[in-house]
DNA sequence: TTCAGTGGTTCAAGCATTTAAACCGATTGC
DNA sequence: GCAATCGGTTTAAATGCTTGAACCACTGAA
């Protein structure tokens, strides 16, 4: 493959990852993914979180909220009660496209 | 494996990234990745980085700085002139471990 | 209908990041 | 020595992000 489209696709993929990269790059977004890992697949609710943390409720809840947008964690309804969890599907896993095109041009260029 | 090890494992591998992430989320650093992509291994000066984006010659200087900090880009001097190249060996090739780590985690315990 | 629980949102304050102008030292050519 | 190039750093302004108090709407139980 040409490293001219090489350039181009990485630059496609470094796109559709930046909303994930500066969502995971935040150390209090990661407490909550950590604190979600805990919960496992039941999910945890944004009080829950915010009594497992030194973070305040609107903190939770703005985090989440980035985190959601990035496509990294999900939401169910149970009657007012909200049950965020990591998605499995999630764009993480987007980055490891994004790695290999990364590796692929440092190995080869360099 | 134990959960609560991976999961340990999983925070160290977060925190030895959080520098990467942060610095390779941002659209202006990613853009100067691209520049030093295209100028391959030989490197490039910040004067060249500058001319080729619209970035003033403090603000390439200062994300170079960021890059080099999280371990990403390298830099060698010739008299006055600092070529600054991304290290093939990079910090940005520790992501795979840390993905690798969230895959099995999410896979897993989901 | 009243009340407690849940959680999203608004707002203003505080803090961090980004930026360009100006300045600095170092090096090279004349 | 003098001028020009190179690029790092300091500064101040602007912008953006994060935070908690206060407020809102919604639900379910009594």
Redesign the interface.
């Known amino acids: 493959m040409h490293d001219s489209l090489k ?1 181009s696709r ?2 496609s993929d ?1 796109k559709s990852c ?1 909303r994930v ?7 209090t977004r ?1 407490l909550i993914l ?1 604190t979600l ?2 919960a ?2 039941d999910g945890m609710r944004v009080g829950e979180i915010t009594a497992q943390t030194h973070l305040s409720r609107p903190a939770v809840s703005h985090h989440l909220k980035i985190l959601k947008n990035a496509g990294i964690v999900e939401v169910y309804k149970v009657t007012t009660m909200n049950y965020y ?2 998605d ?1 599907s ?1 764009k ?2 987007d ?2 496209k994004l ?1 290999a095109g ?2 692929d ?3 080869v ?2």
Chains 1, 2 share one sequence.
């Open positions: 350039l990485l630059k470094f930046t990269l500066s969502a995971i790059g935040d150390e990661q950590f890992i805990d496992g697949c969890y990591l499995p999630s993480l896993m980055l490891k790695i990364l590796e041009l440092l190995i260029s360099q």
